[in-house]
Structure formats: structure tokens, C-alpha cells
């Protein structure tokens, strides 16, 4: 409290016994205790028992609430205030503050839903990569929770404020700079404040309503209530700052509108940046650095948001979202970094699949390999040690399609006793042509004669897509 004094309970003791005219034993006799044990409680030695300090409640006439607080008594004004009221709230009014303190919840949480509706819809439609809709999905689901739990949280704690509010008394006595609050509970002040104007650190506007913060706890005045020329609106005025933050003039106004949208939709641009390039090279985790070219528009909002905080303007939105939206590019972002050891481009799986096989593999415009002894598996069935995927264009394929159907390398089905030693990756619904050769006996297509662990090279031909993906594994085979 602005300029205020600490004070013991024995200090307070000690102040009220004198206002009121009492030496320690007339105080005790009151009390039935003795003198000794009034002394002990004003040096602090001993605290009052409950029983005894409603007893001195009533010879104080002060809520216990003052005597046990640390803050300086509250002297009796001798001049009259300049402003007085009385709040008595109906839950009609409490259900109007409350119905306008949530709309800013329930209207991030539609846009929220409704951006990524759209989002996803568009990608689906684009055909995107399945990890890119996860990834959305995930996004998605994580902002869902975040806002359902921010909503239950606000109305759970809204509705203790709405029990205690109701059933209390709110009495406002306005003097220079401060003013005095009493809160009364069947006829009976239950707690006393001086609040200093300047200790107010916001002031929401909802309607017909004021809404005080102070010390994290809530006050709502009724302004239809207040006198044109009262404190309060004159403190609104001279403190725009603490006015839940003056709103941004129009140009301002439309630039953190902007750069706020904007934020948000870096994740969801970036996203689509990384479908089309891998639309275009099929190496989804290689084009994650694409999320670092969108970086600049939510260091922009963080920048903006200061600059509107300067200007005395509502700016949270710009840094919360700033800050959220530049974490997630930068985590994103750096899985091309992370995974880079893990991919490659070059020509050797096939070669080795041409010499160890015996078989000619069409000229090719992309491969994309990877080294899954890198890292951990959980995969369901065996151990993988490389895939590699190879696309080809339709010319490259013809004559090739026709050697592989009568390649005796090449079967079209695979027999139901062999599915179980087909590498997790064997997509029998997808693919058209299969090899699967044991690197350990040297046999195409056959079941081990023996149980044991074996090395595989799977071979997967889909003359839809014209892609080919060689699958290096090893797995246990039990007879």
C-alpha cells in the first residue's frame, strides 16, 4: 500500500487498545484474561486464540481481517468523501460481465477451428504428405486443448468470485487519491481496504461495468451509478494505460490486426511451402528449413507489440503470439538440421541393387535414402537398416515394365506364407511388383529352410506412381 506501515498483530492490539481508551488490565478484564496475557500478545510473544479475537473484534469494533493483516489501521476520516456508493450485484449483472470478459476466449477459439478447417481441407485437396497433415492435426489438437482449458479455467474461477460477490455488500467512500472499501455480509463489515488509485493495475471496460484490478483480485463498479465528474472516470481518463490498454488508432490498429493473422499463419504457410517442395524433390523432413523464411513476420509482431507497449496501446497478442508462432518455426525448422546425417541422395542403394540382384533399374530423376540404424525404431516387425524411394518418369519405365513381367525375379503376388518375412514397409495393396531376396542363402522369393535371422532386400514396384522403393532389413525367422 502506497506510503503504508507494516504492523504486528500485538502492534495492532496495542493501536486499538489505545484509540478506544483502555489500559492493559481494563483490557483484560474485558477480555477475562490478565493483564500479563495482554502484555504477551502486544510484544508478540503470544497470538490470541480464535474465541479471543472475535471478543476483541467487538470491543474494537474492526473486522479480525484488521487485526490479523500486516497493513497499517485504517484512520477514521474526518472529512466527508467526495463520492460514495453502494454495490449490491444480482447474478443478472455478474452474468453480463461475464458473458463479455469470455467473448475474446470464444472468439480466438472460432477462428482458431475455422482457420484450420480451411487449411486442412486445402491440403487434403492438394494432396498433400501425410506427415504435413499430421503435423497440421497435431498443431491443431494441441491449440483445441489449450483453449478448452483456458475456457474452464476462467469460468471455474469466475464462478468462486460469482458465490462470494453475491452475497456481500460493496461499499465505496472516495477521497483525494484513495478511497475507502468496505465489505459488508449480513449487515456486517467482513473487511475493510484503503486503496490508493495508483495502486490499480487495470481497468476493463464490459458494458455498463468497470472492472478494477487490484492485487489479483476483481471489483466491478456500475458506471450508470457513477456522477459524470466521479474519480473513477476521471482516473480512466488521465491513466489510459491501465484502461485495458487503449485500443490502437486505426492505422496502428490495422498493422497488429495484420501482423497478428499473419503470425498465426506462418505454421500453416510454412506447411504448405514444404508439401509443394516436397511435391516437387519428395524430401519432406530435408525441406523443413522452409519454416525458417517465415520467421520475420512474427519477430515483426514481437517488435510491433513492443512498440504499441511504449505507445501506452494493448500489445500482449502481438508478443504471446510472436513468441509462440517464432518457437515452433525455429523447432520445426530445425528438423532438417537435426535428421540431415540421416538422408541422402545418391545413386549407390541402387547399384548395389543392380549388382547384387541382377537386375537393371530405369534411369531415375530423384532418390531419397534412409539410414534407420540412426536413432531408435518402432517399427512392429524386424529390424530395417535402409529404405530407399526412386522415382521415375513414364518414359523410363515402359520397356522396363515389360522386362519384369517376365523377369521369374519379379512376382506380382505375394504367397500368404510369405508375407511374415516381407519387410514392414511391403505395401501388398499398393505396390504391383515384388522381390524378395535372402542376402544369407541367396534365394528369390522362397521361405528359409531353417529358423533363424536373416538379411532381406525387399524390392517394390508401383507402376501407378512409377516409384520403387528397396528396403534393406533383417528379421527372425522361425520356422
Excluded at 491449440?143 to 469460468?155: M, Q
Excluded at 490498429?253 to 500453416?268: D, E, G, P, Q, Y
Aim: proline share 3%; aromatic share 14%.
Amino acid at each position: 500500500m502506497k506510503g503504508g506501515l507494516f504492523m504486528t498483530v500485538g502492534e495492532k492490539i496495542q493501536y486499538y487498545r489505545k484509540k478506544i481508551g483502555l489500559s492493559q488490565e481494563e483490557l483484560g478484564q474485558k477480555m477475562l484474561v490478565s493483564r500479563q496475557t495482554v502484555s504477551l500478545w502486544e510484544m508478540d510473544k503470544t497470538l490470541p486464540t480464535v474465541d479471543n479475537l472475535i471478543r476483541l473484534k467487538k470491543i474494537f469494533s474492526v473486522p479480525i481481517d484488521d487485526i490479523l493483516s500486516e497493513t497499517e489501521p485504517i484512520e477514521e476520516n474526518k472529512n466527508e468523501p467526495k463520492e460514495a456508493y453502494v454495490f449490491k450485484y444480482e447474478k443478472s449483472d455478474l452474468k453480463e460481465v461475464f458473458k463479455k470478459a469470455r467473448f475474446p476466449l470464444i472468439k480466438r477459439a472460432i477462428i482458431f477451428t475455422l482457420t484450420c478447417i480451411v487449411l486442412f481441407v486445402f491440403l487434403v485437396a492438394a494432396g498433400a504428405n501425410d506427415t504435413i497433415i499430421g503435423l497440421l492435426l497435431g498443431y491443431f489438437l494441441i491449440g483445441v486443448i489449450s483453449h478448452i482449458k483456458g475456457y474452464f479455467a476462467y469460468g471455474k474461477a469466475w464462478k468462486v468470485s460469482e458465490n462470494r460477490i453475491l452475497k456481500s455488500n460493496y461499499s465505496y467512500e472516495i477521497f483525494d487519491g484513495y478511497f475507502i472499501l468496505n465489505i459488508s455480509k449480513n449487515e456486517e463489515i467482513t473487511r475493510t481496504l484503503k486503496i490508493y488509485f495508483d495502486d490499480i493495475e487495470k481497468i476493463q471496460s464490459f458494458g455498463n461495468y468497470l472492472v478494477l484490478q487490484i492485487a489479483g483480485q476483481s471489483y466491478i463498479i456500475k458506471k450508470d451509478t457513477l456522477i459524470p465528474e466521479s474519480a473513477f472516470i476521471t482516473f480512466c481518463n488521465n491513466t489510459p494505460n491501465k484502461v485495458e490498454a487503449k485500443k490502437p488508432k486505426d492505422k496502428l490498429k490495422m498493422i497488429s490486426i495484420l501482423l497478428f493473422v499473419l503470425s498465426i499463419c506462418t505454421i500453416w504457410g510454412a506447411l504448405i511451402g514444404v508439401a509443394i517442395l516436397s511435391g516437387i524433390n519428395q524430401a519432406m523432413t530435408e525441406n523443413m528449413w522452409v519454416f525458417f523464411l517465415f520467421l520475420p513476420v512474427p519477430i515483426a509482431s514481437i517488435v510491433f507489440g513492443f512498440y504499441l507497449k511504449k505507445k501506452g496501446y494493448k500489445y500482449k497478442k502481438n508478443v504471446i503470439v510472436g513468441v509462440i508462432m517464432a518457437a515452433l518455426l525455429c523447432i520445426y525448422g530445425s528438423f532438417t538440421f537435426i535428421f540431415s546425417n540421416i538422408y541422402s541422395h545418391s545413386d549407390e542403394p541402387i547399384l548395389n541393387a543392380e549388382q547384387i540382384l541382377n537386375i537393371d533399374i530405369p534411369e531415375h530423376y530423384r532418390i531419397n535414402t534412409q539410414d534407420w540404424t540412426k536413432g531408435t525404431q518402432s517399427v512392429p516387425r524386424g529390424y530395417i537398416y535402409s529404405t530407399s524411394d526412386i522415382y521415375f518418369n513414364d518414359t523410363a519405365v515402359e520397356q522396363f515394365e515389360k522386362n519384369i513381367s517376365n523377369d521369374a525375379k519379379w512376382i506380382s503376388d505375394i504367397p500368404n506364407d510369405m508375407v511374415g518375412i516381407t519387410s514392414y514397409f511391403c505395401d501388398i495393396q499398393t505396390s504391383d511388383y515384388y522381390i524378395i531376396y535372402n542376402k544369407d542363402t541367396n534365394e528369390f522369393n522362397k521361405l528359409p529352410s531353417e529358423s533363424g535371422t536373416y538379411v532381406f532386400i525387399n524390392v517394390l514396384y508401383n507402376a501407378k506412381s512409377n516409384t520403387m522403393k528397396l528396403v534393406e532389413y533383417k528379421i527372425e525367422y522361425t520356422k
